[in-house]
Antibody, heavy 119, light 108 residues
Framework: QVQLVESGGGVVQPGRSLRLSCAVSGFTFDNYGMDWVRQAPGKGLEWVAVISYDGSNKYYADSVKGRFTISRDNSKNTLYLQMNSLRVEDTAVYYC????????????WGQGTLVTVSS | DIQMTQSPSSLSASVGDRVTITCQASQAISNYLNWYQQKPGQAPNLLIYGASNLETGVPSRFSGSGSGTDFTFTINSLQPEDIATYYCQQYANLPPLTFGGGTKVEIK
């Protein structure tokens, strides 16, 4: 069965960095684009970034552009989100999601990993 | 950016009621519109894609309609397990992919 498991969340000070990982199984990873979507505590969903199946195309929300980098290692079936210059407003649960459309249909999601940015 | 305006932000209905949620896009998006259900403490779950297509395994009491800028999501005969927050999301144009603000559905 399809599984997506995020890891790497935690508490970090403003201005510091963190890298999230999303390990997938149960499907052919390099056939699909992948996204990161976040949800601040008690708030709605915010799309963060998408990467194409082969890593050649990447798109970002304005709120993270220049600070976050999405990447993937198809040999390890793993998606990443490198988050630099973190801000308090980046505090959220971060979900990885499989994108079965180019782009924008999130048909499988991970359970999420909480990132807390606080001094 | 395409803005998605969802209404109402919350509603309370009785078991068996018909529930309707609307989503309006700030510009025409054809039928590039999805609906997700998010139960407390869980990840979202795709219910409807392409505005009106029911995802495999989703009960038929859920439905979607609309095209262009105005969309509707309906739950026919609300069930206790439908208590959740529902989100619309456009995928006509990126970046960014955008979600509506959500509708929290509660049982009266």
């Amino acid at each position: 069965q399809v599984q997506l498991v995020e890891s790497g969340g935690g508490v970090v000070q403003p201005g510091r960095s963190l890298r999230l990982s999303c390990a997938v199984s149960g499907f052919t990873f390099d056939n699909y684009g992948m996204d990161w979507v976040r949800q601040a505590p008690g708030k709605g969903l915010e799309w963060v970034a998408v990467i194409s199946y082969d890593g050649s195309n990447k798109y970002y929300a304005d709120s993270v552009k220049g600070r976050f980098t999405i990447s993937r290692d198809n040999s390890k079936n793993t998606l990443y989100l490198q988050m630099n210059s973190l801000r308090v407003e980046d505090t959220a649960v971060y979900y990885c999601a499989r994108d079965r459309y180019n782009y924008g249909q999130f048909d499988y999601w991970g359970q999420g990993t909480l990132v807390t940015v606080s001094s | 950016d395409i803005q998605m305006t969802q209404s109402p932000s919350s509603l309370s209905a009785s078991v068996g009621d018909r529930v309707t949620i609307t989503c309006q896009a700030s510009q025409a998006i054809s039928n590039y519109l999805n609906w997700y259900q998010q139960k407390p403490g869980q990840a979202p779950n795709l219910l409807i894609y392409g505005a009106s297509n029911l995802e495999t395994g989703v009960p038929s009491r859920f439905s979607g309609s609309g095209s262009g800028t105005d969309f509707t999501f309906t739950i026919n005969s609300l069930q206790p397990e439908d208590i959740a927050t529902y989100y619309c999301q456009q995928y006509a144009n990126l970046p960014p992919l955008t979600f509506g603000g959500g509708t929290k559905v509660e049982i009266k």
